[in-house]
């Protein structure tokens, strides 16, 4: 790469990244992959590193690192945040627009700028000649709380306007977390054994009010943009909708769901359109707001008390509904973990019949108090599963009955068992099973385990409902007679399946054991624990203490592989396996890998090889000592390049990490 003067570099680069960013969060649009935007980012990441004086308050870089605040500084708002009048019927709309017409004394359909009502925090924004200056919670409306260092780091919130803003922008708009950052944030939560939060707007308040913006930077906010506040140096337009477009081309996040219509019945319409399409949004929304679009009759509706008289929010039904809770069921699933189901007294909510909803495990239950005959609410977020919110205690019947983890799998009757330190409990029965067989089947046969192509679920559900396979070694007594006798399936793909079977006994180690689908232990996993062992024997003989040594083995998963392996019928499975021919390559344990021509060096792979598929590489240099990582970094010992590679090439070049290409790969193979 030529030397370039780094200031002139760091100015390219933040033009670059504020320019992707624009396409990716303000239009929906982006120009370039994901990959290609972190090496920009890295790079500058880079240099601000080599050139702290380079550093700026609005560099794309700054949203993570400000250090945590003692307390949140109150704001007082020059121009008041507003609130809304709420509409719960369509009687309350057509008021609403009749009030309207006689104030403005038109008969004609008024127009209206209609939009989502989303569920979250509304926020102040101060921009001073383009630059974020302040952002602030809306509080009682007149006085909030300063929220700026953690709202730097919400990456749809532009540091820096675009073209050519005023010299004071103030804009207001609703600061949510979408639906499925929410849920992760529960799943990490819970798995930490930390609190979780009710509902997505809770988890956008809690976050926002975060002193350590770290913190916040790690969780997914977005925003979006719906009015203004005080402003200098803007000579406002004729309409609302044109203030928001113009707040679009300066780089603020607008509902796309924006529309201008006419009358109440465009109104209405709106509002039937918008609730259709509800259920499926990634966030949040509890109805739609209709603003008068003319800035000229809004200033002729003026106020009332702390509301507008130019808008109201028009509100969905609930989401939330009460129901009797009739019974606990437990789901098996692959791993064997029992998932408590509630059954429900059926109710309508959020647009469906609801009559189950998932209770997560044991300790939700018990941390809810949940019992069978309860009144219980239920809630459904847009198309997540539904759940229990909580119990309304005060109508709790007498003989209301405490949910009882069974002692035995419901289908298979195997001890059912909790790991102390686990939420889930899971029925021993493994592979045996009849409930986990058809997944652990699915799992058997999947491209990363065994790798038997064609068969898929259909097939797989007959197969084990006519009892015909009981487990993964029973695949390998199927012939074609018996295969091409099923549904959906000819006598071509019968022949074609068998020679898949027959072609899966060749396998690695590290394979055979992910596709054994032991608990918690996944593709990385398998790999360590067949290269520190070497054989299957190695590791039956294992104690739990030995298996913990295997790098990046703890407690948890050392104690899942013995509990698994040390299960009679599991190891009948296993002999049976390998008594119809699975096999693989015999291989040197990690003490001799260890010391292998590979030891301690770190690849990464990118592109196609002629030769063998990625995975099969990986399994090469592993066996050779060596360790295959997903991104380039200086600590790259070698990057693999095969045809069309990506951009990890431009990477090591740009980093001077060693480049191989097939051949040169192949030679340090032997
Ligand atoms: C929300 N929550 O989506 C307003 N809002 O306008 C929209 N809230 C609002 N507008 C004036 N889209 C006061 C509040």
Same mark, same amino acid.
């Given at each position: ?6 200031? =002139? ?26 990959? #290609? ?33 003692? @307390? ?21 709309? !057509? ?41 602030? &919670? ?141 259920? @499926? ?15 000229? /009759? ?118 059912? #068992? ?16 009849? $409930? ?21 679920? =259909? ?32 006598? =071509? @793909? ?6 898949? !079977? ?5 396998? &690695? ?5 992910? $596709? ?27 104690? #739990? ?13 050392? $104690? ?30 990690? $003490? ?58 431009? =990477?090591? /070049? ?17």
């Amino acid at each position: 790469m030529p030397a370039q003067d780094p200031k =002139k570099r760091a100015r390219e680069l933040r033009e670059q990244i504020e320019w992707h960013n624009y396409r990716y969060h303000v239009l929906d649009d982006p120009e370039i992959p994901d990959a #290609e935007f972190d090496l920009l980012m890295r790079e500058l990441i880079e240099l601000e590193q080599a050139h702290p004086e380079l550093v700026t308050p609005e560099s794309p870089t700054q949203r993570v690192g400000a250090a945590p605040v003692g @307390s949140l500084p109150v704001v007082t708002h020059s121009v008041p945040m507003l609130s809304l009048e709420n509409a719960f019927t369509e009687e309350d709309v !057509i008021a609403f627009d009749r009030r309207v017409r006689e104030r403005l004394e038109t008969d004609d359909g008024v127009e209206y700028a209609a939009e989502p009502k989303l569920d979250g925090l509304a926020v102040s924004l101060r921009y001073e000649h383009g630059r974020l200056v302040q952002a602030a &919670t809306r509080g009682d409306g007149v006085r909030g709380e300063d929220v700026t260092h953690n709202v730097r780091t919400i990456k749809a919130v532009p540091l820096r306007l675009r073209g050519t803003p005023p010299e004071l922008l103030e804009v207001r708009g609703e600061i949510f977390m979408p639906l499925a950052g929410f849920k992760a944030l529960n799943e990490r939560a819970q798995a930490r054994g930390e609190k979780t939060f009710v509902n997505p707007r809770n988890a956008a308040a809690g976050t926002l009010r975060q002193l350590d913006p770290r913190l916040t930077a790690r969780r997914p906010l977005d925003v979006y943009f719906y009015g203004l506040g005080e402003t200098r140096g803007w000579k406002l337009p004729a309409r609302h909708s044109e203030i928001l477009e113009q707040l679009r081309e300066w780089g603020l996040r607008i509902s796309p769901l924006l529309e201008v219509v006419r009358g109440v019945e465009g109104c209405l319409a709106y509002y039937r359109e918008v609730g259709q399409q509800r259920a @499926s949004l990634p966030y949040e929304i509890d109805g739609v707001v209709y603003k008068v679009n003319s800035l000229i /009759q809004q200033r002729e509706l003026g106020f009332i008390a702390r509301a507008p008289r130019w808008a109201i929010a028009h509100k969905f039904p609930a989401h939330e509904v009460s129901t009797v809770l009739r019974d606990v069921e437990f789901q098996v699933g692959r791993t064997g973990a029992l998932t408590p189901v509630a059954r429900l007294e059926p109710v309508f909510v959020g647009g469906v019949t609801v009559s189950n909803a998932t209770l997560h495990n044991m300790d939700e239950i018990e941390r809810k108090d949940v019992r069978i005959g309860d009144t219980v609410i239920v809630r459904r977020a847009g198309d997540v599963i539904p759940e229990i919110v909580k119990v309304v205690v005060n109508k709790r019947p007498p003989d209301a009955r405490v949910v009882r983890l069974p002692k035995k799998c419901p289908v298979c009757k195997s001890d059912v #068992e909790r790991v102390a330190g686990e939420a889930v409990a899971r029925c021993t029965g493994g592979l045996y099973c009849a $409930a986990q067989r058809k997944e652990a089947l699915r799992h058997f046969a999947s491209r990363r385990a065994l790798d038997i192509d064609g068969l898929g679920t =259909k097939i797989i559900d007959q197969l084990v409902e006519s009892g015909r396979v009981k487990s993964p070694a029973d695949l390998y007594g199927l012939t074609v007679e018996e295969l091409a006798g099923l549904e959906r399936m000819a006598a =071509k @793909s019968a022949t074609k399946l068998v020679a898949a !079977i027959e072609r899966s006994k060749q396998t &690695t180690l590290a394979r055979f054991l992910y $596709a054994l689908g032991i608990p918690e232990v996944g593709e990385r996993t398998a790999e360590a624990l067949a290269s520190y062992f070497g054989s299957l024997e190695a590791l039956q003989e294992a104690t #739990e203490a030995q298996i913990q040594e295997v790098p990046d083995v703890g407690p948890v998963v050392a $104690a899942h592989v013995r509990h698994f392996l040390d299960q009679p019928h599991n190891r009948e499975v296993i002999a049976a396996l390998r008594g119809h021919g699975v096999h693989w390559p015999a291989q040197a344990r990690r $003490a001799a890998a260890e010391g292998g021509p590979l030891a301690g060096k770190t690849f990464v792979l990118t592109g196609t090889l002629d030769s063998m598929s990625r995975e099969q590489a990986g399994e090469r240099i592993a066996a050779l000592g060596g360790k295959v990582t997903g991104s380039v970094s200086k600590k790259t010992d070698y990057v693999v390049v095969g045809a069309e590679p990506g951009s990890k090439l431009a =990477k090591a /070049q740009a980093l001077g990490v060693p480049i191989l290409d097939e051949r040169a790969f192949l030679e340090l193979l032997g």
